[in-house]
């Protein structure tokens, strides 16, 4: 005997047991429609993206237009993850409405399944999107961000990293009258302002070997490299020892920092290693901490999202108001949007834990659509 179904189109349930086929039917067609809503807001994303990279590419040598398209193509990935929880906001919004208009809702109720066990489904697949965004789209895009960056350096005015840390210690790289200077120091003290075991391998122009100097230590000062006990060694000569030796530079312990890599070339999986190697060198790591917490937050604020959308388009298009609702739903989205990156600047530049300041947003949005569905349910 086949099972028989509403006339809204939803399977008829059995009263007492939990809604399997119900929970089911909602997030196919949730996963469906956030599906859609991603793609186009990744259209409109690319189109702005490919008109941008073609502007900062044009009448440079050797840059042509698939350069440009390349380089938006590259940069889509690193877009997507900061459109996701617009994307969820809208998609469970399209859900929950398109359910309200067809009376599924209101079936569904009758059957005695509540609203709880409606929003369910929505947010585990929240849920797994996050999760999935964190681990699996973070490390993609960090990779093509990575190469994006390369293009850009190549192509464009914009500076690569001249700097990287490891657990092999630092490299740093400057250019000093067009002069290459390549320094390895294995060990980093005062945020790199001093340098222990230090190699530096200098070029005349940038590619033509000059000179090998090892130091025990090197002091940066008023422009300059202090290199104490410095052994050097040149092409076509004999190495000799200097107890003291200096080379003109216009890094400072600041523009090192700043030179390395942004946190969102770093994979999600390689942060954690990063920020240790990064703090053992003397180095802060507030900026890589707030985007490995951000990451980590993910799943928690695209699952608020969803609750925070059934609380604006849950209403009955029948009482009156809910397309005032959905805009005031989708304009609440982006209000919260601005406060996060408030948020988030706060934890970087003030005593605050980044920590916190992560996890903020994500918090407060959860609360306020919690609240929102409490009210709306039983208030």
Known sequence: MSRRADPAGLPAMQPGRFPVTLTG??????????AVVTAGLLAVIALVTAVEMLDQVAGKKHASVLVGLEMALLKLPELAQEIMPFAVLFAAMALFWRMTRASELVVARAAGVSM??????????ALGIGALTATALNPLSAVLLERHERLAARYTTHQPAASAIDAQGLWLRQVTDGNVAVIHARDVRDRGAVLRDVTIY????????AARIDAERAELAGGRWVLHD???ARPGERTHRVARREITTSLTPREIYNSFAPPETVSFWALPEFIRT?????????????HYHRLLSMPVLLAAMTLLAAAFSLRSHRHG????????????????????NLVFAIGL???LPVALAAWAPAAM?????????LHQEDG
């Open 116 to 125: 709880w066990q409606i929003q369910l489904p929505v947010v585990l697949v």
């Open 349 to 351: 530049s003030s005593p």
């Open 202 to 209: 200098r070029y005349s122009g940038r590619t033509t070997f």
């Open 230 to 232: 410095a052994q050097v």
């Open 278 to 290: 990064l703090e053992n060198a003397g180095f802060t790591a507030e900026p890589q901490k707030l």
């Open 25 to 34: 039917y909602i997030a196919r067609r949730f996963a469906a429609r956030f």
């Open 321 to 340: 108001g809910a397309p005032v609702l959905i805009v005031a739903g989708v304009l609440t989205g982006f209000a919260l949007h601005v406060l996060s």
């Open 365 to 373: 949005t959860l609360l306020l659509g919690v609240a929102a569905l």
